[in-house]
């Protein structure tokens, strides 16, 4: 009996590109959806929502500090914060979610385009976490690098098959 076929390095490229792009595509609609939601919803049905979540886990733990941070922070969450907030996560996210439909899509231009997109967050992320040192920032900049070199590899396929379509036509 004949063992399965390992798949190619191409088709494993291929298969990582599309695997991220659908996690890509699940968090940045999830950011723009949030935004928009912070957009639309008054400051007051939020503050509630919080202090609802939290309440009970800082009774049944009062030194819980990560509810207690959270009620503290909305305690300082006024109306111009929130729409600062509404419109960074609306567009941030609505920019990201065009960058992917396009490469979904395979429009040539939106590769370059998508990668110097990240190319820009991936600066601004290490520029915020010289500031604020959070690992999360590495993390979002290390998956935003992985993607661009990803990017890159299926931007070569893809104008190496369309040149050799284009050949035979």
Partial sequence: MKPPARPSRASLLHWLFETSL??????????????????????APIARLIYWLTHFQIAETPTDTLAAWTQRAMEGFPVATQDFYGWYLAL??????????????RILWAYPAAMAVLAGFV???IFEFQHSGSPFLLLLAFFDLLMIG????????????RAAKAATT
């Fill in 123 to 125: 600066i601004y992320q």
């Fill in 92 to 105: 941030h996210g609505g920019l990201k979610l065009a960058m992917v439909v396009m490469l979904w899509a």
């Fill in 22 to 43: 659908a996690i890509k595509g699940l968090l940045c609609s999830a950011e723009f959806l949030a935004g928009f939601g912070l957009l639309v919803t008054p400051n």
């Fill in 150 to 161: 990803l990017i890159w590899q299926e931007y070569k396929a893809l104008k190496v098959k």
